[in-house]
């Protein structure tokens, strides 16, 4: 609701007045019914408001619910388009819409600037036109509303961060038919109608914002991702297809958006590490001796160590550092097992053995995907998280899941 310099808004203004000629016998019922109608419109238009996910439909919901008010024939909303002085409806409600189409309506100083629309877009200040047939400007509109019986006209501007944006007319088929409390009210629409655009532009602002920000990431994501693959050509896509598998993991279990998100950036770099491996023990052919798998085995102290410093919204490093935990306490750097094994731990761990086991490796030829689900079920509970691992046969054996390019 618009802020009125610290007086009680008009809707509080209105109730009160309702109350007093409920209690005042000498008043007509008609002025007592208009005023619940404006009340119960008011209400609507404000939870309206916080329902409308966009500007047209804010809009029209609110010319829809001011049509509903007595002697009203058409409310419309004009926006001033970017770059020129005209004005284009963008949404109405009434008996002859085509009266926003007979005439041209803009906000300069020519002819089509000298409505009601065009003068209170230019002013900043409500237009108000107790009798068309009287008014001193004329012009294309005037014309055209008094064939169609509009013969009084209130117009409110609509500001966004102090620009007027467009403007709310409702016309009426009675002289003089706004009284104060109509105008204040209206002026009161008007408000809220500007102050809804405002949190409209301000989410998409955000949304789109946050959208950059997360493309952003993703790109700088794959590219530290490809430094590292680019040293191991046997293992090009690995962290790929683990990301992929990871996340529908993740969808399976029905984790929410933002974690999943977090789970693949971790994928991707879940194997970053190994950019400190020397490329000879990486690339071996034949059997990996302990001590260079002990060297191997450094991988994700050496990832954790890289990641940590970066304030990512997801535990990145830790999951990176975990992936090769096991639920038993058997895996490694540090033999973490039970609920110290984060759950982004958990599926990387999955969907790094899943791939792994089915891709070639330069010690070994691939297993297969068949040999790897296999792998994966023997170690369901000990090495590997049982919620995990269902997800990840549920995938593939009920899912038809394929690793992509």
Known sequence: MSDHSGEAGIRD??????????NDTGNDKEKIEKLASIIVVSRHINQGLLRATNETELFQQVCDLLYLLEDIKLVWIGA??????????????????EYLSSVRVAWDESEYGTGPMGRAIRSGSPTIIPDIARAEQGGPW??????????????????????????????????????????????????????????????KE????????????????EAIALLGEMRDPYTSGH???????????????GLPERQ??????????????????????????????????????????????V??????????????????????????????AGEDLILEARILGVADATEAMASHRPYRP????????????????????????????????????????
């Not at 209105?14 to 007093?20: F, I, Y």
């Not at 001033?80 to 819409?97: M, N, W």
């Not at 949304?207 to 993703?218: C, E, G, Y």
């Not at 962290?239 to 279990?253: D, G, N, T």
């Open 366 to 405: 691939a297993l297969g995907i068949d040999k790897a689900l296999l792998e994966i079920l023997q170690g369901r509970g000990t090495q590997y998280d049982p919620a995990v691992v269902d997800a990840c046969l549920s995938l593939f054996q009920d899912k038809d899941f394929e690793f992509g390019e």
């Open 80 to 97: 001033v388009d970017d770059g020129s002085f005209e004005v284009r409806p963008v949404a109405s409600a009434g008996d002859d819409r």
């Open 13 to 22: 203004q209105l109730v009160s007045e309702l109350q007093t000629l409920h």
């Open 206 to 221: 955000l949304t789109d914002s946050l959208a950059s920000v997360r493309k952003s990431l993703n790109k700088t994501v």
């Open 142 to 203: 005037r014309a055209e509303a008094l064939k169609r019986d509009y013969t009084c006209n209130v117009v409110l501007p609509l500001t966004h961060v102090g620009e007027v944006i467009g403007a709310l007319s409702v016309l009426s088929g009675g002289v003089n038919a706004f009284e104060d409390f109509d105008v204040k009210f209206l002026m009161e629409v008007a408000g809220d109608i500007a102050l809804g655009v405002k949190s409209l532009r301000l989410e």
């Open 260 to 305: 999943i998100d977090g789970i693949h950036v971790a994928a991707l770099l879940h194997d970053i590490g190994k950019i400190a491996i020397p490329v000879d023990i990486l690339n071996k052919v034949g059997k990996i001796s302990d001590n260079e798998f002990g060297i191997i085995k450094t991988h994700p102290t050496l990832a954790y160590e």
């Open 307 to 336: 990641l940590k410093g970066i304030e990512f919204p997801w535990p990145v490093a830790k999951a990176v550092f975990q992936h090769h935990e096991r639920p038993d306490g058997g895996g490694y750097p540090e033999g973490v």
């Open 239 to 253: 962290q790929q297809r683990v990301a992929q598998l990871a996340c529908a993991i993740a969808e399976e279990m």
